[in-house]
């Protein structure tokens, strides 16, 4: 069964410095691999997917996500983050299959200092 | 074009209290799919649908009942609350795998 880690639970990053967050997958075959923002006391908004391709995704909000097969990752990043980017993060992976199932990892909290 | 709606916004049950939470959607999307959040725990999946009339069960179903009578339409019942079930419960619909979530659903079983 395919999983998702998110190594980083909480990451404290100052307003205008460069972000990555860590996401590993386990995945027999070629994964679709999704991440998504949620703000505060909010539903979930899709960043940006990677489904087959290039394996540089870039997203809304100035991101961008690379897919390493080597590496069974797809990190997250951002050259400059801004104040509105402090949400918990999440990274999914799907199988494929008819049922557009996600599996989730446990999310990664961004605080942004001023 | 509401998207996705999900009421009630918050909810406090007794233990063995049971309850429907509401979903809906307008995009006329076959998949919806109903999970759970919880600290540290990521969204985990309860049930999804295939479509109207199909529904399986996911990684959490214990506690809860789906049914899909219509496109728009999957609420999730919970048949006999237990503190267990208090959560953070998030309803989406997808279409090619982008996954549209609602605003969630606070409950509390005490």
């Known amino acids: 069964a395919q999983s998702v880690t998110q190594p980083d639970i909480h990451i404290t990053v100052s307003e205008g410095a460069s972000l990555e967050l860590r996401c590993n997958y386990s995945?027999?075959?070629?994964?679709?691999l999704f991440w998504y923002v949620q703000s505060p006391g909010q539903g979930l908004q899709l960043l940006l997917k990677?489904?087959?391709?290039?394996?540089l995704v870039q997203g809304i909000k100035g991101f961008e996500a690379e897919f390493k097969r080597s590496q069974s990752s797809f990190n997250l990043r951002k050259p400059s983050v801004h104040w509105s980017d402090a949400a918990e993060y999440f990274c999914a992976v799907a199988n494929g299959g008819g049922a557009q199932k996600l599996v989730f990892g446990q999310g990664t909290r961004l605080t942004i200092n001023p | 074009n509401a998207g996705v709606t999900q009421t009630p916004k918050f909810q406090v049950l007794k233990t063995g209290q049971s309850m429907t939470l509401q979903c809906a959607q307008d995009m006329n999307h076959e998949y919806m799919s109903w999970y759970r959040q919880d600290p540290g725990m990521g969204l985990r999946l309860i049930h999804y649908?295939?479509?109207?009339?199909?529904?399986d069960q996911g990684e959490v179903p214990n506690g809860y009942n789906v049914s899909r009578s219509t496109t728009e339409d999957f609420p999730l019942r919970l048949l006999s609350a237990a503190p267990s079930q208090t959560s953070v419960y998030f309803c989406?619909?997808?279409?090619?795998?982008?996954?549209?979530f609602g605003p969630g659903t606070r409950l509390t079983v005490t």
């Open positions: 649908s295939v479509g109207a009339g199909i529904t």
């Open positions: 995945y027999g075959a070629t994964p679709y």
């Open positions: 989406a619909s997808s279409t090619n795998y982008e996954q549209y």
């Open positions: 990677y489904f087959s391709g290039d394996t």
